[in-house]
T-cell receptor, first 111, second 114 residues
Framework: KQEVTQIPAALSVPEGENLVLNCSFT??????LQWFRQDPGKGLTSLLL?????REQTSGRLNASLDKSSGRSTLYIAASQPGDSATYLC??????????FGTGTRLQVFP | DAGVIQSPRHEVTEMGQEVTLRCKPI?????LFWYRQTMMRGLELLIY????????DSGMPEDRFSAKMPNASFSTLKIQPSEPRDSAVYFC????????????FGPGTRLTVT
C-alpha cells in the first residue's frame, strides 16, 4: 500500500530564504507526482507535475525534482515571499488513476 | 473556463438529515474524483468515475455514502443519514482520463453535521 510522507510538517522562515520541502513515498511504481498548494479554507492549486520518466520540473521560483528509485521528491522554493505562505501537498499516482496524498507541509513566510 | 464548480460551498445540517453535494467538472474532462479532507486523515479519495462510470468506490466509508454521475457535466455525492463524523471538506476534481496529467480541484464544500 502506497504511503506518502512529507517533512517537515511545518516551517516558518523569514522572507527571502530558499526553501526545500520533502516528500517520500514507499512504492516506487508511480506514474507521476504532483505538488499542490492549499490556502486556508480554499481548494488545491496544482503547482507542478512530474511524470515518472522526468527528473524535474520548473515553474518560476519553484523547482520540483523526482528520484523514483529512492522514493523521494523535493520542492525547492527560491527567494520565498509572504505570499508563498500556504500548505504544500505532494501526491503520487500509481497505475490506478488514484492520487495518494501526503500530510502536507504548512509554510509561513514572514516579512 | 470556470474550472471545477462545487455547490454548496458551505452546508450545515443536523445529524440524520440527507446531504447532497454537487460538482460540475471542467468541460471536456472525462474523469471525475470525489475527495474528503479532515484534520485527522488528510485528503482521501472516496470514489472516481471515468466516462460517467464508477471505477473505484473503495474509499467510500459506509453505505450511507453514494455517488452518481448521470452525465458528463454533473455528479452528486449523497450522505444519508448524515452523522457528525462526516463533517469535513469535500472536494471534487476532474481531468482527462488516461492523460496521466493534472487533476484540477474545485473549491470544496465544507460540511458540518451537528
Amino acid at each position: 500500500k502506497q504511503e506518502v510522507t512529507q517533512i517537515p510538517a511545518a516551517l516558518s522562515v523569514p522572507e527571502g530564504e530558499n526553501l526545500v520541502l520533502n516528500c517520500s513515498f514507499t512504492d516506487s511504481a508511480i506514474y507521476n507526482l504532483q505538488w499542490f498548494r492549499q490556502d486556508p479554507g480554499k481548494g488545491l492549486t496544482s503547482l507542478l507535475l512530474i511524470q515518472s520518466s522526468q527528473r524535474e520540473q520548473t515553474s518560476g521560483r519553484l523547482n520540483a525534482s523526482l528520484d523514483k528509485s529512492s522514493g523521494r521528491s523535493t520542492l525547492y522554493i527560491a527567494a520565498s515571499q509572504p505570499g508563498d505562505s500556504a500548505t504544500y501537498l505532494c501526491a503520487v499516482e500509481g497505475n490506478t488513476d488514484k492520487l495518494i496524498f501526503g500530510t502536507g507541509t504548512r509554510l509561513q513566510v514572514f516579512p | 473556463d470556470a474550472g471545477v464548480i462545487q455547490s454548496p460551498r458551505h452546508e450545515v445540517t443536523e445529524m440524520g438529515q440527507e446531504v447532497t453535494l454537487r460538482c460540475k467538472p471542467i468541460s471536456g474532462h472525462n474523469s471525475l474524483f470525489w475527495y474528503r479532507q479532515t484534520m485527522m486523515r488528510g485528503l482521501e479519495l472516496l470514489i472516481y468515475f471515468n466516462n460517467n462510470v464508477p471505477i473505484d468506490d473503495s474509499g467510500m466509508p459506509e453505505d450511507r455514502f453514494s455517488a452518481k454521475m448521470p452525465n458528463a457535466s454533473f455528479s452528486t455525492l449523497k450522505i444519508q443519514p448524515s452523522e457528525p463524523r462526516d463533517s469535513a471538506v469535500y472536494f471534487c476534481a476532474s481531468r482527462l482520463q488516461g492523460a496521466a496529467g493534472e487533476q484540477y480541484f474545485g473549491p470544496g464544500t465544507r460540511l458540518t453535521v451537528t
